[in-house]
């Protein structure tokens, strides 16, 4: 039972800067341009010689 006291809280801590860092990736247009990484594979940026 002792153990939970530890896991409980850490579990929350952990899930709460989870959650921050998902809030920092949106605050931060991480997820604005979706098709283009998709697109941009695609594309050969070199020129043939």
């Known amino acids: ?3 939970l006291v530890i896991l409980i809280p850490a579990s929350l801590i952990l899930g709460g800067l989870g959650l921050l860092a998902f809030y920092w990736t949106v605050k931060s247009d991480q997820y604005e341009d979706v098709e283009g990484a ?3 594979i695609l ?3 070199e020129t043939p010689d």
């Open 1 to 3: 039972m002792n153990v």
């Open 38 to 40: 998709a697109s941009r």
């Open 43 to 45: 594309l050969d940026d």
